[in-house]
C-alpha cells in the first residue's frame, strides 16, 4: 500500500479511472432517474413506454403550433422526415392544416393554442386542405401573453393571461391542434431513437442500479486513496508538496470553485440543447470532477503538512494587519509610558474632550444639554486631576521606599480617605523597612563583635596557658611521661590559637567587616613571592612547586595584603594536604577579560566531599581531622575573593583538588 | 640590670612575665591596672614599660598617654586585639612596639631585648655618613656590618646586597624584577623567585617575626620595600 502510495503511474491510473467510474455513474443515475420518471419500474414496460411516447408526441404537438401559427414555417417540408402527423383546427373549428391520414396512431395529443388577436384584423388564412395555410398574426404591440405552463393551457384550455390594458378591440382566439405519433415509423428521426434507447434501457433497468452503486463505492474508495496517497512521492513517510499545494490555499479554493461553477454551467449550457452534446457535457463533468478531486488531494496533503490555514492569503493578511495593529498599539503604549505620568494623563483626557466633543458636532446637541454636559466633565475632569496628582505623590512615595530611601515620607496633605489610608500605609512600611534594616544591621554586626569579643576573652587565658606551657617545658620533668604530655599540650594550645585568629578572620571576611584597598597588583610578581615565601617549605614537604604564567605581565585590582592571605591559605593547604612525592601547579592565564589563577594539586587522602562543602566553614577534607587546620582556610580566601570582587571556584576530580581565583583584569 | 614594669590585669600573665624577665635578669614590677602602672613609674626608675592595653579603671592607651607627658620610656604594647586599627592607635599614640596575645614568649623577650638595647644603648650616637640605618637595623659599608639593635647579623653578599640597595632606598617598593637586575646585574629571565627566596631569607636573619616583618616588608603583588624609620 505504502509503495502504491508513492508510484506516479498508479495515481494517474486511479484518476483515469476514476474519471471512467464518474462518467459510468452519471450516465447509469441518469438512466436510472429516466426509467423512474417513465414508470418503468411501477407500471412495466408498456405504460412507461406510452407516457414515453406521449411525452415525445407533446413536445412536437406543441412545437407544430408554434411553427406554423406563429412563425408559419412550411409544415410539408419540416415534417417530412419525421414520425408525427398533426390537425389545425382554427378558432371557428374549421380545418386549418393536417398530414394525418387518419391511420393507426402509436400516441395522440390534442392541444388549444390560445392567443390574443385585434378583432378587426382578423386573420383569414386560406382554408384549402393540402395547401400550406398562410397565416400572418397580427402582434398586439401593447398586450403581453404568457402561457407558460403547457399542462394547465391542455388540461382547462385557457392560458394566464396578464392584462397590461384594457382593449375591446383584442380578443382571445383559441385553435386547436391534434398531434399523432403514426403506428409505422417510416422516418429514422428521435422518436425511432429514443424507442430503442429506451428497449435497452428497460433491458437493463435494473442492472443500471448495480451499476450506480458499483461505481460510486468504487469511486469513493479510490478517492479516499488519492486523497491518503496525496503528497506522498515514496514510500516514506515524507509529505512533499507540489507547486499547486504551495498556492495559497483560499487562492486555490477560488480557482477551484470559479472553475468548477464555470465548467458546471457550461454543462448546462451545453445539454439544454435539445439533448445534444453529450460528449461535451461529459467532458465538462469531468473537468469540474477533476477540478474537484485537485483541491481535495491538495487539501490532504495540507492538512497533513499541517499549516492549511496559515498559508492561506487571507490569514496572512490577517495576520499583517494584527501584527500592525499590534506594532501601533506597542508604539503607543511605549509613547505613553514614556511621557510623564501627568503629561501622560492629561493626553487621554484632552482626547476624550476632543472625541466627545467632535461626536457632538457631528450629531448635534441642544443648548442647555450642551451645558450640562460641559459641567459635569469640568467636574470630572478637576476630579481626574486631583486623583492623579494625588496618585502620583503615593507611586513617588512608594519608588523611594522601593529603592531603600529611609528618610522619605508620603506627604498626606490634601489626600483624603482611601488615599490618605494608602499613604499613611506606605509611610508605615518603610518605618517597617527601616526597623527590619536597621535590625539586621545591629545583629549582624553584633555577631561579629559576639565573635571577635569572645575571641579576645579566650585569648586571655590562652596567653596564660601557653607561657605557663612553656615555663613547663623548660622545667627538667620528673619523668618522660611530663615531658611528652607538656608536648602535646603545647601543640594544641598552638592550634587553639591559630583557630582564633582563623575565626576572627572568617567572621570578618565574611560579613564584610574588613577595609580593602584596592592597588594594582601584579599577580606575576605575586607567584614569585608565593614561591619564594613556599618553595623550601614545599620540597622539604616532598612537593615540586610547578609555576606557569604568561610573558606579559597580568594586573588586577585588589588589596596585596588580602592577596597574599588567599595565596597563603591555598598554599598552605597544598602543603598539609597534597600527597607527596607529587606536583603542586600554579599557573596563572589570561581569559577574556580575566585573570585567573590555578591552584592543583593531588590530595594525600581521599576527598570524599565536592568543592562547594569544601568551602563551607570548618569543613576539612579529612574526616578523621587528624590533621592540623581550622578548616576555615579556604573559607576565608572565598570571602576575602569575594570581598575584592573576585570569584573562587574550587573543583575535585578524584583526587585531583583544583582551586581557580578569577578576577577582571586591570 | 634593668627594671621593667608589667602592667596586666591577668596576674598569671604578669606572674608567667615576671618569671621570663628575671630568667632573663631583669627587675620586674608589675601593676595591674592604669592607675597603678603610673604610680608605679613616678615611684621607679622604669626602663621599659610591657603594658596591657583593655584593663579595668585606665585602660593602656590612655595610661600611655599620660605617661608620654614626661617619660620617653619604650612601651611595648601587650593586647589582645589584633586588629590593625588597634595596631595603628597604639604607635600613633606613642608605644615604640606591639604583641598580640597570645604571644610568644620568645620573641616577646628579643623585643625587649631590642627595644632596651635601642633605648639604653644607642640613644645617643651620632649619625655617620657611610652607615645607612633605618630604625634599629644599620649598615655599615666600610666594615661590611650589619647590626639590628646594635647585634651583628651575619649576611650573605646577595643578602647584604639587597639590604644595601633598600637601605638606599628606604620607601621604595621594588619589585622582583629590578632587585635582580640590580643586585645580580643580569637580566632575570624566570629567576624572580630567586629574589622571593633571598629575601625570605634575609627576613629570617634581621626580623624577630619574620612573618610579621618591621623593616623588609612585603607589598603583595608589586615588590618589597624598607619600612621607613618611625
Known amino acids: 500500500m505504502k509503495k502504491l502510495r508513492g508510484s506516479l503511474a498508479v495515481k494517474i491510473t486511479a484518476i483515469v479511472l476514476l474519471c471512467l467510474l464518474v462518467l459510468a455513474f452519471t450516465a447509469s443515475a441518469v438512466g436510472a432517474l429516466a426509467l423512474h420518471e417513465l414508470g418503468a419500474y411501477s407500471g412495466g414496460y408498456d405504460s412507461a413506454r406510452q407516457t414515453m411516447l406521449t411525452d415525445l408526441c407533446r413536445d412536437r404537438t406543441m412545437r407544430a403550433a408554434e411553427r406554423v401559427l406563429e412563425w408559419g414555417d412550411d409544415a410539408d417540408s419540416v415534417y417530412a422526415h419525421e414520425n408525427f402527423r398533426f390537425a389545425i383546427h382554427d378558432p371557428e373549428g374549421e380545418l386549418l392544416y393536417t398530414n394525418y391520414d387518419g391511420s393507426g396512431f402509436l400516441a395522440h395529443v390534442g392541444w388549444d393554442y390560445a392567443r390574443y388577436q385585434a378583432v378587426e384584423a382578423a386573420p383569414e388564412p386560406t382554408t384549402q386542405p393540402g395547401e400550406t395555410p398562410r397565416v400572418t398574426p397580427t402582434p398586439a404591440p401593447t398586450m403581453q401573453v404568457r402561457n407558460n405552463d403547457a399542462d394547465i393551457m391542455f388540461e382547462e384550455g385557457k392560458g394566464e393571461i396578464v392584462w397590461e390594458q384594457e382593449d375591446p378591440g383584442v380578443q382571445l382566439k383559441t385553435w386547436h391542434i391534434d398531434g399523432y405519433i403514426p403506428e409505422t415509423l417510416t422516418a429514422q428521426d428521435e422518436i425511432q431513437h429514443a424507442l430503442r434507447l429506451y428497449d435497452w434501457g428497460y433491458s437493463l433497468r435494473y442492472a443500471v442500479y448495480a451499476a450506480a452503486g458499483v461505481s460510486l463505492l468504487l469511486g469513493v474508495l479510490l478517492f479516499i486513496f488519492l486523497c491518503s496517497a496525496a503528497g506522498h512521492r515514496d514510500a516514506s513517510e515524507t509529505i512533499t508538496p507540489n507547486f499547486v499545494d504551495k498556492l495559497p490555499f483560499d487562492l486555490l479554493t477560488a480557482i477551484v470553485?470559479?472553475?468548477?461553477?464555470?465548467?458546471?454551467?457550461?454543462?448546462?449550457?451545453?445539454?439544454?440543447?435539445?439533448?445534444?452534446?453529450i460528449i461535451i457535457g461529459a467532458f465538462l463533468l469531468l473537468a469540474a470532477g477533476l477540478l474537484f478531486l485537485l483541491w481535495c488531494m491538495s487539501f490532504a496533503t495540507r492538512v497533513k503538512l499541517g499549516g492549511?490555514?496559515?498559508?492561506?492569503?487571507?490569514?496572512?493578511?490577517?495576520?499583517?494587519?494584527?501584527?500592525?495593529?499590534?506594532?501601533?498599539?506597542?508604539?503607543?503604549?511605549?509613547?505613553?509610558?514614556?511621557?510623564?505620568?501627568?503629561?501622560?494623563?492629561?493626553?487621554?483626557?484632552?482626547?476624550?474632550?476632543?472625541?466627545?466633543?467632535?461626536?457632538?458636532?457631528l450629531f448635534g446637541v441642544y443648548p442647555e444639554e450642551f451645558f450640562l454636559w460641559l459641567l459635569e466633565h469640568l467636574l470630572l475632569t478637576a476630579l481626574a486631576f486631583y486623583l492623579i496628582l494625588s496618585f502620583r505623590r503615593l507611586r513617588l512615595g512608594a519608588k523611594e521606599i522601593a529603592a531603600g530611601n529611609?528618610?522619605?515620607?508620603?506627604?498626606?496633605?490634601?489626600?483624603?480617605?482611601?488615599?490618605?489610608?494608602?499613604?499613611?500605609?506606605?509611610?508605615?512600611?518603610?518605618?517597617?523597612?527601616?526597623?527590619?534594616?536597621?535590625?539586621?544591621?545591629?545583629?549582624?554586626?553584633?555577631?561579629?563583635?559576639?565573635?571577635?569579643?569572645?575571641?579576645?576573652?579566650?585569648?586571655?587565658?590562652?596567653?596564660?596557658?601557653?607561657?605557663?606551657?612553656?615555663?613547663?617545658?623548660?622545667e627538667e620533668p620528673e619523668n618522660e611521661k611530663v615531658r611528652e604530655y607538656v608536648q602535646v599540650l603545647s601543640r594544641q594550645s598552638g592550634r587553639l590559637k591559630k583557630l582564633i585568629d582563623d575565626l576572627i578572620e572568617a567572621s570578618k571576611a565574611s560579613t564584610g567587616n574588613l577595609p580593602v584597598v584596592k592597588e594594582p597588583c601584579e599577580l606575576g610578581v605575586l607567584l614569585d613571592q608565593t614561591a619564594g615565601e613556599y618553595g623550601e617549605r614545599l620540597s622539604a614537604a616532598g612537593l615540586e612547586l610547578v609555576l606557569s604564567r604568561p610573558e606579559e605581565p597580568v594586573t588586577i585590582l585588589a588589596d596585596g595584603r588580602h592577596m597574599w592571605r588567599i595565596f597563603d591559605n591555598l598554599m598552605g593547604n597544598a602543603l598539609k594536604y597534597a600527597q607527596p612525592g607529587t606536583r603542586v601547579y600554579l599557573s596563572l592565564a589570561r581569559q577574556?577579560?580575566?585573570?585567573?589563577?590555578?591552584?592543583?594539586?593531588?590530595?594525600?587522602?581521599?576527598?570524599?566531599?565536592s568543592g562547594e562543602e569544601l568551602m563551607e566553614r570548618f569543613v576539612r577534607g579529612d574526616s578523621a581531622r587528624s590533621t592540623e587546620g581550622s578548616g576555615l582556610g579556604l573559607s576565608i580566601a572565598r570571602s576575602l575573593?569575594?570581598?575584592?570582587?573576585?570569584?573562587?571556584?574550587?573543583?575535585?576530580?578524584?583526587?585531583?583538588?583544583?582551586?581557580?581565583?578569577?578576577?577582571?583584569?586591570? | 640590670m634593668y627594671n621593667i614594669l608589667i602592667c596586666d590585669d591577668e596576674k598569671d600573665i604578669v606572674s608567667a612575665l615576671e618569671i621570663y624577665l628575671r630568667a632573663e635578669g631583669y627587675r620586674t614590677f608589675a601593676a595591674c591596672d592604669g592607675w597603678e602602672a603610673l604610680a608605679v613609674l613616678e615611684r621607679e626608675e622604669i626602663h621599659l614599660v610591657l603594658l596591657d592595653i583593655m584593663m579595668p579603671q585606665l585602660d593602656g592607651i590612655s595610661a600611655m598617654n599620660e605617661l608620654r607627658r614626661y617619660s620617653n620610656v619604650p612601651v611595648i604594647l601587650l593586647t589582645a586585639k589584633g586588629e590593625d586599627t588597634d595596631k595603628v592607635l597604639g604607635l600613633n599614640v606613642g608605644?615604640?612596639?606591639?604583641?598580640?596575645?597570645?604571644?610568644?614568649?620568645?620573641?616577646?623577650?628579643?623585643?625587649?631585648?631590642?627595644?632596651?638595647?635601642?633605648?639604653?644603648?644607642?640613644?645617643?650616637?651620632?649619625?655617620?655618613?657611610?652607615?645607612?640605618?633605618?630604625?634599629?637595623?644599620?649598615?655599615?659599608?666600610?666594615?661590611?656590618?650589619?647590626?639590628?639593635?646594635?647585634?651583628?647579623?651575619?649576611l650573605t653578599p646577595t643578602e647584604y646586597e639587597i639590604l644595601k640597595l633598600m637601605l638606599e632606598h628606604p620607601g621604595q617598593v621594588f619589585s622582583p624584577r629590578e632587585l635582580y637586575r640590580r643586585v645580580w646585574n643580569d637580566e632575570p629571565y624566570g629567576a624572580e623567585s630567586t629574589v622571593a627566596v633571598h629575601i625570605r631569607h634575609l627576613r629570617e636573619k634581621i626580623e624577630i617575626d619574620p612573618a610579621q616583618p618591621r623593616y623588609v616588608k612585603a607589598v603583595w603583588g608589586q615588590g618589597y620595600k624598607l619600612e621607613r624609620g618611625k
Open chain 1, 257 to 277: 470553485i470559479t472553475g468548477v461553477s464555470l465548467a458546471l454551467v457550461a454543462m448546462a449550457e451545453v445539454l439544454s440543447f435539445n439533448g445534444g452534446e
Open chain 1, 308 to 361: 492549511a490555514l496559515k498559508s492561506c492569503l487571507i490569514y496572512r493578511f490577517l495576520a499583517w494587519c494584527w501584527k500592525g495593529l499590534r506594532l501601533g498599539g506597542k508604539g503607543l503604549i511605549s509613547l505613553l509610558r514614556g511621557l510623564p505620568m501627568i503629561r501622560k494623563w492629561a493626553l487621554i483626557i484632552a482626547a476624550v474632550w476632543v472625541g466627545e466633543l467632535l461626536i457632538m458636532s
Open chain 1, 406 to 474: 529611609e528618610a522619605y515620607v508620603v506627604d498626606t496633605r490634601y489626600l483624603v480617605g482611601e488615599l490618605a489610608d494608602h499613604a499613611n500605609d506606605l509611610n508605615h512600611i518603610r518605618d517597617g523597612l527601616n526597623a527590619a534594616v536597621a535590625e539586621r544591621m545591629k545583629s549582624e554586626r553584633f555577631r561579629t563583635e559576639l565573635i571577635t569579643n569572645v575571641s579576645h576573652d579566650i585569648k586571655t587565658p590562652l596567653t596564660s596557658i601557653i607561657n605557663y606551657v612553656d615555663l613547663l617545658e623548660k
Open chain 1, 592 to 609: 577574556a577579560g580575566k585573570a585567573q589563577v590555578t591552584f592543583r594539586n593531588i590530595s594525600r587522602s581521599q576527598l570524599n566531599v
Open chain 1, 641 to 666: 575573593t569575594q570581598l575584592q570582587g573576585g570569584q573562587m571556584d574550587l573543583t575535585v576530580d578524584g583526587d585531583l583538588f583544583k582551586v581557580t581565583l578569577s578576577f577582571d583584569s586591570f
Open chain 2, 95 to 154: 608605644a615604640d612596639d606591639y604583641v598580640t596575645k597570645p604571644f610568644n614568649p620568645v620573641e616577646l623577650l628579643a623585643r625587649v631585648r631590642s627595644q632596651l638595647r635601642r633605648y639604653m644603648q644607642l640613644g645617643g650616637s651620632t649619625k655617620r655618613e657611610d652607615l645607612l640605618s633605618v630604625g634599629g637595623l644599620s649598615l655599615d659599608d666600610r666594615s661590611k656590618e650589619v647590626t639590628v639593635d646594635g647585634e651583628a647579623v651575619s
